[in-house]
């Protein structure tokens, strides 16, 4: 009996050239979008548990699944190098990588624009240097990499930039008048769920009450 073929998770199985420096750096750059939803999002649920941050994620899910709907109804082959990559198993348009940064990048940047998250907006500086660059770079790693073409980046990041802004309006202009209801629910209870883009200026209010907190015997805790 003959053992069957095995196939690796492509979200993580990222190769590039022996000895090629460049390929080693864009390699983990390809890679930015598994640490945003591990450690960033994750995280953010532990220690924040914000709602702006929670619909965040579930529109990069949405934007995913999306991009697996397309790629299966398309079934656009991925370039030649696939072969050597031992992804030709799997199509390649629309770039996942690059949708998925280009969503995460709109749609922070309007969050920080809006003052709707931890970033205000006169640290939008902080966006425009790290997040949008990383993106360009992700988009990059995977056609120089080989698995993707220059049109397939194109379309993931077009489709990536769409949907964020999308979901966005979304949000903000419609499931956002339902964040009260979240909050008082049970769910939003037990798990302390919040909603704080109300506030101006989310970490100078922490700061205070913080700080507020610590003169009143009722807060300390209980050793």
């Not at 000895?19 to 953010?44: C, E, K, M, N, R």
């Not at 749609?107 to 660059?133: A, E, F, S």
């Not at 360009?136 to 930039?161: D, E, K, P």
């Not at 003169?215 to 050793?223: G, N, P, Q, T």
Request: contains cysteine; aromatic residues 16%.
């Amino acid at each position: 009996m003959s053992p069957h073929p095995l196939k690796a998770v492509t979200l993580t199985h990222v190769r590039y050239q022996k000895g090629d420096q460049l390929g080693h750096f864009l390699a983990w750059v390809s890679l930015v979008p598994v640490f945003i939803s591990l450690g960033g999002f994750v995280s953010h649920f532990i220690f924040r548990r914000e709602l702006q941050g929670i619909f965040f994620a579930i529109g990069l899910l949405i934007s995913q699944f999306i991009n697996e709907i397309i790629k299966k109804s398309f079934q656009q082959a991925r370039p030649e190098t696939c072969a050597l990559l031992e992804v030709c198993d799997s199509h390649g348009w629309p770039s996942s990588h690059s949708q998925y940064m280009f969503f995460f990048a709109v749609y922070i940047t309007l969050l920080t624009y809006r003052k709707l998250g931890l970033i205000c907006r006169n640290q939008l500086w902080v966006v425009l240097l790290l997040v949008w660059p990383m993106a360009i770079l992700t988009l990059y790693s995977r056609v120089y990499l080989g698995y993707h073409t220059v049109a397939q980046v194109f379309a993931g990041a077009t489709l990536g930039a769409v949907l964020g802004g999308g979901w966005f309006w979304i949000v903000n202009n419609v499931l956002s008048g339902f964040f009260p209801v979240i909050e008082e629910s049970a769910f939003g209870r037990f798990f302390y769920v919040k909603d704080t883009s109300h506030l101006p200026n989310v970490l100078k209010f922490e700061y205070e009450n913080a700080r507020a907190a610590r003169k009143h015997v009722s807060y300390k805790r209980a050793d």
